[in-house]
């Protein structure tokens, strides 16, 4: 479902020059201007018949709406799911011009391959053309990158006391006990049971974001891989970290709503104080709903999915068993010096890099040669994600010799 407060285009607001369009959205743009002149050309000469400007027209609200579904679109490698998403979209909203802009992406992926320009893989290709010149599609909900196989992840060696040292040695910890204080006995919140704009930035801070609420607009450091700068936010559950950390502490039964404010529960006020018993379940509540919400089997605060739930809970299950997944496959799309084109790695790398980069930040992975699951915290995601994997729990990680 693509998100309401940015769930799509019409045609006529991407000629309202006035329009408020999202960074991510104005850099599809103007890459697909600088490739107009050339596609312009292709049209004229394979299909003389062909309305050429129209034919643009709608390639370029179909290519638009892709890059608000997905912030880090990439125009000479589409992606199928992200397509699948937005035909679904017109197909509830612009039925209309459906079939037209069907049309018109299947000419531009013929023209991106023919041209040289397409940058994905032959798979990636034929799964994104076959889905716009296929008549017989008619259903468009989203392609899973694989089918989750039953894994038998490690179990903690640690026992009761190295556990808990271990816990609280976990940035998220501290983070979350953060949150909770700035708190206090309560903190009033909107109708739609999150955080006022005028709260943002303080409960931010307080995990080390640095996010602002406003009445439009996003700033370049979110939507920019590797952009330093305030996050300008519309509401709470769009500051990747606050967000998480609203359903963490949700969820673990740390904090509670009422219809007009938000509090710590007397489980949290005990959570707070750092009691040892108190701590260690806390602490371990809250990872488990962290990769419960990371892995899609919970919703974000808005109600959504985690983007790329299915690739990060693929990493997440790897990274609890023997075959974890390496650093540079994850961060960079890369095995063994080779870039790897496969679903997988362009989304891990991609749309999640920065993402990955902050769950390793808190404590929610660690990464050397591999990305991988802290130990202590193997039973939480173990609980997790149990019922989609088929988990069971084998034998303690064993210890790797230091390089």
């Not at 309560?186 to 602002?212: H, M, N, P, Q």
Request: with cysteine.
């Amino acid at each position: 479902m693509i998100p309401e407060q940015r769930q799509g285009y019409g045609p006529n607001d991407l000629e309202d020059e006035g329009a408020q369009i999202p960074p991510h959205v104005g850099r599809a743009q103007h890459a697909f201007a600088r490739m107009k002149q050339d596609f312009r050309q292709w049209l004229e000469v394979t299909e003389p018949e062909a309305d050429s400007g129209q034919t643009m027209g709608t390639v370029s609200f179909v290519l638009s709406n892709c890059a608000a579904k997905d912030v880090h679109w990439i125009l000479t490698e589409p992606s199928v799911d992200t397509v699948r998403e937005v035909l679904g979209f017109m197909e509830d909203h612009f039925p209309d011009i459906l079939e037209d802009a069907k049309a018109g992406m299947g000419r531009f992926m013929e023209f991106l391959d023919e041209s040289q320009l397409y940058s994905g893989s032959d798979e990636s290709y034929e799964q994104v053309y076959e889905l716009l010149v296929d008549d017989d599609a008619e259903e468009y909900s989203l392609v899973l990158i694989q089918e989750p196989q039953p894994v038998v992840i490690y179990s903690s060696s640690l026992d009761q006391a190295q556990a808990l040292a271990a816990m609280e040695a976990l940035p998220f910890v501290s983070k979350a006990r953060a949150l909770l204080r700035w708190m206090g006995k309560s903190k009033e919140i909107t109708a739609s049971a999150t955080l006022r704009r005028k709260d943002i930035a303080a409960a931010a801070a307080t995990l080390g974001e640095d996010a602002v609420g406003v009445a439009t607009g996003y700033a370049s450091g979110f939507w920019e891989p590797d952009t330093e700068g305030t996050l300008e936010v519309r509401s709470a559950s769009e500051a990747p970290r606050l967000d998480l950390y609203w359903q963490m502490l949700r969820y673990a039964g740390l904090m509670e709503l009422t219809s007009t404010r938000v509090r710590p529960t007397a489980f949290g006020m005990a959570f707070l104080e750092a009691e040892p018993r108190v701590s260690a379940i806390a602490a371990q509540s809250l990872a488990t709903t962290a990769y419960q919400v990371l892995g899609g089997e919970l919703p974000r605060s808005n109600g959504e999915a985690q983007l790329g739930y299915r690739a990060v809970a693929v990493m997440l299950m790897s990274g609890a068993t023997e075959d974890p997944l390496t650093a540079d496959y994850v961060l960079h799309g890369i095995d063994d010096g080779q870039i790897v084109l496969d679903d997988l790695a362009n989304t891990l790398s991609g749309l999640l890099h920065n993402s990955v980069q902050r769950w390793i930040e808190d404590g929610l992975l660690e990464v050397g040669e591999h990305v991988q699951i802290p130990e202590v915290l193997l039973p939480s995601v173990a609980t997790a994600l149990a019922e989609t994997f088929g988990a069971s729990i084998g034998a303690p990680r064993p210890v790797r010799p230091r390089r």
